[in-house]
C-alpha cells in the first residue's frame, strides 16, 4: 500500500487520512491472501485515524517495567513502589487491604512506610486511591483500632491539607469516618489538642474549612463541659471568620453541635449565633443560618419560636422576591417543614399570610408582571427560568406537608385550585414530583379523596412518560383509596370513577406501548394487575384481557410480554363468567400453544408457569396440562427444551390416584423424547429432567410438611375458583328472575289500564243507584251485597278489580281486611264490614284506588285473576237476580 511506502522511506510522524473506495469483481476470489485483502478493504471503508508509526517500547523502558516473577506479593509491592512508575505504585496502594488481609505484619512493616514516603509527591489519583484504601482496611477491621490510630492516623492527618481540594476532601471523610469507632482519649490528644492552632486565622482557608467539618463530628464524642470548655470557643471564633466561606461552613455544622450540647446551651450559645448570621452580608450565610434554623426547630420552646425565630423567617419571606432570591429555592424546598413546626404559634392572620405565600411559590414564573419591556422579560426568563422551576418542583414537594397546614377537611377550599396548577403544570419536573406525591395526597385526603380523581386521570394522561413512570409507582394503592377509601365507598364509588378513569388507563398503556422506554411499559402491565379490584369483570374483559393478549403475541420485548402474560393471568383467575373463561383458555391454546410461531409457543409456556402459580392444580390439569404435553413434538429444539425445563412443575400439578392417566400421558411424552429426541441440547435437559422427576417422587415421603402447607394453599385456590362458579350462577338465577319479574310487571301494567276504565264505569252506576233509592233500602242491599262479595272473594281467593277497590278502602286500619283478598287465608280472619264504611266508600271510588289494589292482587295470582275476571263479568246479572230474591224472602 502506498501509506507504507511513506514510511519506509522515513517521512516525520503523521496522521494520514484515506478511503479506499471498495471495488467489487464479477468473479471474485476467495483464496486466503483474497479474502485478507477484501476485509482490509472493508474496515478502509471508512475513515481512519491511526498514526504512521506505532509507539513502541523501548528496550530500556521494558527493562525497567519488567518484575521478577519469583518475588512474593510484600516483596514485588516494596520493590515497586520503590523503583516503578507511579501508575505501578497506583496499583499496589489499591491493592494495600488485601495485603493486609493476607499478611498485615510485614505489611505494616515494610509496605506502609514506603506508602508515606510515597505519599509526600505523589500525585492525585495515588492520593485518592490512598484515601479510599485506607478506609477500606478500618471498614474491613483488618487490624485492630490501636493499631489503626498507631499505623495508619497519622498518614491520614498529614495528608488532610493537601493543596488540591478533591484530594482533601477525600482524606477528610476518611478521617470522619475513622473517628467514629476511635478512643476518646486518642481523638483529644490526636485530632482536638492540634486543631486549636488549626482553627486560628493565621491558618490557610483549607485548614480552617477543615477545622469546621472535624469540630461537628467531634461534638457527639464528648461530654457537655468538655465541649462547653474546648470545643465551642472555637465555634464562635469560626462563626466569625473574615471568610464567609468559612462562616457558612461552620454554620452548617451548628446542627450536630447543638445535637450534641443540648437544648439549654442551645438556646444560650447556638441561637444567638444562629440570628447573627442570618443577617451576614454573605448570601450563602444566610442560606445556611436559614437551613440550619429549620432543622433544629424542635429544639426550641415556643417563647423561642415566636419571639426569635418567627421574626426571621418572616423576614427571609419578605426578603425572598424583593432583595434576596438566593434563599427563594432553599425557602421553598424548607416551606412545609416550616409551617408544621411553627404551626402551634400561628395567629390566624400568619396562617393565611404564609398560605397565601406558598400559593405565590406554586405559580412563580407561570404569570409575567406588568412593568417590564419585552427585552428585560426575555433576559429574566433565561436567568431565572430554572430557578422558578426548582421552586415549584419544590413547593409540589411540599404539598402534602401544606394539606396538613390546612386540614384536609379544608383542602377542596384552600389548596385545590393549587393542586390543580401544580398538577398542569407547563415543565415536567414539576409534574413529575406530584405524581410520585399523589399517593400521599390521597391518604391524607381519606374520604375526600375523590375530589382529585380528574387530576389523577390528567397524570395518567400526560405527555411525559416520567410523569406516567413516577405515577404507576403507586397506582393499586391511589385506585384503591380511590374506589374504597371516601364517602362514596363500594359500588357507588367504582360508577363515579369508572367512566373517565378506563379511557385513561388504556391510553397510558397505548402510549407507552408506543415508545421506546420499555421498562415502563413492562411496570405499567404489572400494575395494571390490581385491576380486577378496582373496576368489574366485563370491563377488564372487554377493555384490557384481549389487549393483554395482544401485547403477547405482538410485542417484542421478552419482559413486557411475560409482564403481560401474568397480568392476563390475573384477569382470568378473577373473571365472573364461565363462557368469557372458556374463550380466552381456548384463544390461549390455539393462538399461542398452537401457533404458527415458535415464539408464541414459547410465551405459551410462560404463561402456563403463571396458571400454576395463580391457580388451583385442578384447573391447570382440566384445561393446560395436555396441551402443555402436546409441545414435546414441536418442531422447534428450543421449545422442546423449554417444556422440558417445565416438566417438574407439570407435574407437581398432579394428584394420585385421581390424575392416574395424566401421570401416564406424562411418562409416555418423557419416554418418547428419549426414544426420538435427535438434539444433543435437548436430549442432555431430557435425561436431567428424568432425573430430577425421580427425585420429586422420593422426596415427596421425606418432606409431607411442606407438601401438605402447599396442598392447603391450593385447596384455598380451589374453593375460590368453585366460588366463583357459584357466584356466577347466582347471578344467572337472578337476571332469570328480573326478566320474568319484568315481563309480569309489563303484562300487569296492561291489565291496569284495562281495569282503570272498568271501576271508572262502576264507580259511575253505583253512585246513580245509591242517589235513586230510598235510605232504608240501600243499606240493606248493600249489606247483603257486601256479604256476598266477601263470600264470593274467599271462594274464588281472588277479587275482581271494582270489588277489589272496595275492599282495600273498608281496610285502611285494619292489615286482617287486606290479607282476606290473598290466596290461603281463612273466613276468621276477615272483620265484618259496616253499613256506614261501605256507604261512604260506594261515593268515594276513583281510578288511583282501583290501580293500587290491582297491583296487589295480581302480582299475587296473575293467572286465577284473569279467569275470575271472565266469570264475574259473565255472571252479574246472576247476582242481581239472587240479591233481589233473597230480599223478597226476607220481606215476607
Sequence with gaps: ???????????????????????????????????????????????????????????????????????????????????????????????LPVLMQQNPAETLRRVLPKIREVLHVAGVEMQLTAAVAFLTIQQEESV????????????????????????????????????????????????LNPLVSKAQLSQTLQSRLVSCKILGKLANKFETHIIKREILPLVKSLCQDVEYEVRSCMCRQLEHIAQGIGTELTKNVVLP???????????????????????????????DRSQTVLPLVKSFCEKSFKVDESILVSLSFHLGKLCNGLYGIFTPEQHLRFLEFYKKLCTLGLQQENGHNDNQIQLQTLEQEKKYISVRKNCAYNFPAMIVFVDPKNFHLELYSTFFCLCHDPEVPVRYTMAIGLYEVAK?????????????????????????????SHLPEILELMTTGGENSGSESKLLTVPDLIPALTTAEQRAATSLKWRTHEKLLQKYACLPHIISSDQIYYRFLHRMLTIIMTNNVLPVQ????????????????????????????????????????????????FIMELFSKSFFCKYFFLPVLELTHDPVANVRMKLCYLLPKVKSTLKVPADKHLLQQLELCIRKLLCQEKDKDVLTIVKRT???????????????????????????????????????QLEKEKQQNEGRSTSISDKIFEKKRRDSKTSSTLSKSISLS?????????????????????????????????????DKCSNKSSATGYTSSIPGVGKGSMLPFSDDSFRTRSTNISGNAVFSSTASVATSSRNTANSIDQKNNGTKESHSRKMSLKNRKSNS
Design 1 to 95: 500500500m502506498q501509506c507504507e511506502a511513506w514510511m519506509d522511506h522515513g517521512l516525520p510522524r503523521a496522521v494520514v487520512y484515506y478511503v479506499h473506495p471498495l471495488i467489487i469483481s464479477s468473479k471474485m476470489d476467495f483464496s486466503q491472501n483474497s479474502l485478507f485483502g477484501y476485509i482490509e478493504d472493508l474496515q478502509e471503508l471508512t475513515i481512519i485515524e491511526r498514526p504512521v508509526r506505532r509507539s513502541l517500547k523501548t528496550p530500556e523502558e521494558i527493562e525497567r517495567l519488567t518484575v521478577d516473577e519469583e518475588l512474593n506479593d510484600i516483596e514485588r509491592a516494596v520493590y515497586l513502589l520503590s523503583s516503578g512508575q507511579d501508575i505501578q505504585g497506583t496499583s499496589v496502594v489499591a491493592n
Design 144 to 191: 485492630s483500632i490501636h493499631t489503626y490510630s498507631h499505623s495508619f492516623l497519622h498518614i491520614i492527618l498529614q495528608n488532610l491539607e493537601h493543596r488540591d481540594a478533591g484530594v482533601s476532601n477525600a482524606w477528610l471523610e476518611t478521617l470522619l469516618a475513622v473517628i467514629e469507632v476511635l478512643p476518646k482519649e486518642t481523638i483529644r490528644h490526636e485530632i
Design 273 to 303: 449565633e444562629l440570628v447573627e448570621l442570618a443577617r451576614d452580608e454573605g448570601s450563602s450565610v444566610r442560606l445556611a443560618a436559614f437551613e440550619t434554623l429549620v432543622n433544629l426547630l424542635e429544639m426550641f420552646d415556643a417563647d
Design 444 to 472: 391524607l385526603l381519606d374520604s375526600g379523596v375523590y375530589v382529585i380523581h380528574k387530576e389523577l386521570v390528567t397524570l395518567l394522561q400526560d405527555d411525559s412518560l416520567e410523569v406516567l413512570d413516577a405515577l404507576i
Design 562 to 609: 411475560k409482564a403481560a402474560a401474568r397480568t392476563l393471568c390475573v384477569y382470568l383467575r378473577y373473571n365472573r363468567k364461565q363462557e368469557q373463561r372458556h374463550e380466552v383458555i381456548q384463544k390461549l391454546i390455539e393462538q399461542l400453544g398452537q401457533g404458527k410461531s415458535y415464539w408464541n409457543r414459547l410465551r405459551f409456556l410462560d404463561t402456563c408457569e
Design 690 to 728: 428424568v432425573l430430577e422427576l425421580d427425585r420429586m417422587e422420593i422426596s415427596m415421603d421425606a418432606f409431607q410438611k411442606r407438601f401438605y402447607e402447599n396442598d392447603l394453599l391450593d385447596q384455598e385456590k380451589e374453593r375460590e375458583e368453585q366460588l366463583l362458579l357459584e357466584m356466577e
Design 770 to 806: 245509591v242517589s235513586g233509592s230510598s235510605s232504608s233500602a240501600s243499606t240493606s242491599k248493600e249489606g247483603k251485597k257486601s256479604k256476598l262479595v266477601r263470600s264470593h272473594s274467599f271462594s274464588t281467593q281472588a277479587l275482581h278489580p271494582k270489588y277489589g277497590n272496595i
